[in-house]
T-cell receptor, first 118, second 112 residues
Framework: GAVVSQHPSRVICKSGTSVKIECRSLDFQATTMFWYRQFPKQSLMLMATSNEGSKATYEQGVEKDKFLINHASLTLSTLTVTSAHPEDSSFYIC??????????????FGQGTRLTVV | LAKTTQPISMDSYEGQEVNITCSHNNIATNDYITWYQQFPSQGPRFIIQGYKTKVTNEVASLFIPADRKSSTLSLPRVSLSDTAVYYCLSWKGPGNTGKLIFGQGTTLQVKP
């Protein structure tokens, strides 16, 4: 089964509203999770590093007030796209490493969330 | 993290061996090379990782020459289901934050 799970897998929202995406680590605790965004036919772009119990670290050019990240527990990180606009429509993916299951090698990725803003 | 360069696309036929080469001229001494596979509308999936020489698992082989400025992912006897995007990445290795920076990737198209 999936080691990292995202919810929802698809979401359509109206322009101006906010959308929350959840990323859960299953059966392991993740002090650090990563959020990516991927536009059609492009590569993944790292948006931010989510740190449990502290503020997220955002990559250059990513608006922290628009993409709110909360990592309140060791198994859950959330990404909230605030005041979404059509240009925010994208595929959002999270990842984490399980230190007890090859954490020194592979990162596990969620199945992604397709956000469409209309 | 070292910038990686790969061919944008490759074509192959079922049953053939596919080799995808990645350049990473500025790789740091402690960086590892790792490869991921991504199918459309899915998150990437780990394939293989290495530091130098050759690594083999049930899915692929990875060869990294002594100068570590390049690496080659080898997929034996590909099938149609291997059609995907393959990403070559460098990362800091065990004990580090685990941040992965993705390059453009190689789109592999396997034909019947």
């Amino acid at each position: 089964g999936a080691v990292v799970s995202q919810h929802p897998s698809r979401v359509i929202c109206k322009s101006g509203t906010s959308v929350k995406i959840e990323c859960r680590s299953l059966d392991f605790q993740a002090t650090t999770m990563f959020w990516y965004r991927q536009f059609p036919k492009q590569s993944l772009m790292l948006m931010a590093t989510s740190n449990e119990g502290s503020k997220a670290t955002y990559e250059q050019g990513v608006e922290k007030d628009k993409f709110l990240i909360n990592h309140a527990s060791l198994t859950l990180s959330t990404l909230t796209v605030t005041s979404a606009h059509p240009e925010d429509s994208s595929f959002y993916i999270c990842s984490a490493r399980d230190p007890d299951r090859g954490g020194d090698t592979e990162a596990f990725f969620g199945q992604g969330t397709r956000l469409t803003v209309v | 993290l070292a910038k990686t360069t790969q061919p944008i696309s490759m074509d192959s036929y079922e049953g053939q061996e596919v080799n995808i080469t990645c350049s990473h001229n500025n790789i740091a001494t402690n960086d590892y090379i790792t490869w991921y596979q991504q199918f459309p509308s899915q998150g990437p999936r780990f394939i293989i990782q290495g530091y130098k020489t050759k690594v083999t698992n049930e899915v692929a082989s990875l060869f990294i020459p002594a100068d570590r400025k390049s690496s080659t992912l080898s997929l034996p006897r590909v099938s149609l289901s291997d059609t995907a995007v393959y990403y070559c990445l460098s990362w800091k290795g065990p004990g580090n934050t685990g941040k992965l920076i993705f390059g453009q990737g190689t789109t592999l198209q396997v034909k019947p």
